[in-house]
């Protein structure tokens, strides 16, 4: 690439950018054909995670028993797309006519032509009271999250999605080029080690907080959400109805809390 600087001669050098390509997810129940259910844009690298977490979070499975298989289709036309492709098996029949959209997913705006709220809603389980986590222990995680951010530090156009306990104890880690994707990732790696649902877990993301991201930490049973940059008008209605606190701009020593705030303590 060529680096250019006002006042400087530009200057031909190498540079390290965020991988980006699509995968593919097919589903199918035993002995079924498998059906695609969604194409997504991502950073290769835990893809399997990604697939099950994005199965969980969009409401095809309940819990990780629920999955039989996840692996890279073999059988793909075009020999360089064999790992863009997943087959997952369940252990229970699909049915592929409950699909009310195709599923596409991009790395800029989640999944396009989001269900209502209510409909998400429906597919949440009831998230506990608890837990109440410190707000001077919320401050902490922006930079434990930030020196764990490998990919970021490497190319400085990725995002991450930290999981953490009410202690400030990060338990996952993930990154990707896409917000959603990232959380996708950090909860199918909790869901395969049969961690389900995410009760007593804090996520924290390094951007804005979208609905997408609100609603999959919402399904996956994760109680609060904190973001370093800004919520959209949608998150917070969707964190008020889910019962999600939500936290903003959780940088430079202080943040915004939108909804259920009760698990928030502060010293007076």
């Keep these: 690439m060529l680096r250019l600087a006002r006042g400087e001669r530009p200057v031909e050098k190498r540079d390290r950018v965020a991988g980006e390509e699509p995968l593919e997810i097919r589903v199918g129940g035993p002995g079924q054909e498998l059906t695609q259910v969604a194409v997504t844009m991502r950073t290769p690298g835990a893809d399997f ?61 989640g999944v396009c032509g989001k269900a209502s709220i209510d409909m998400i ?14 707000f001077e222990t919320l401050l902490e995680l922006p930079e434990l999250l930030r020196a764990k951010q490998r990919q970021f530090e490497r190319t400085g156009g990725i995002h991450a999605t930290g999981l953490f306990t009410p202690a400030g104890t990060l338990v996952e880690l993930r990154e990707d080029i896409g917000r959603h994707n990232a959380m996708d990732k950090a909860i199918g790696a909790r869901l395969m080690a049969g961690q389900s649902p995410l009760h007593d877990t804090v996520a924290l993301v390094s951007g804005r907080a979208g609905f997408e991201l609100v609603q999959k930490a919402a399904v996956a049973g994760i109680p609060i959400v904190a973001a370093v940059g800004a919520p959209s008008s949608i998150a917070v209605q969707a964190a008020k109805r889910l019962g999600v606190t939500l936290v903003g701009f959780l940088r430079d020593d202080r943040a915004n809390v939108y909804s259920q705030t009760h698990r928030i303590a502060v010293d007076s």
Excluded: H, W
């Design 121 to 134: 809603e429906v597919a949440c389980r009831p998230l506990p009271e608890g837990p109440v986590v410190a």
């Design 49 to 109: 995670e990604l697939a099950a977490g994005f199965l969980l979070t969009e409401g095809f499975v309940v819990d990780g028993s629920e999955i039989a298989d996840i692996r890279y289709c073999a059988d793909v036309e075009n020999s360089e797309q064999q790992y863009n492709v997943l087959s997952v098996r369940l252990t229970k029949p699909f049915d592929a006519t409950s699909l009310q959209r195709n599923m596409f997913a991009s790395s800029s705006c």
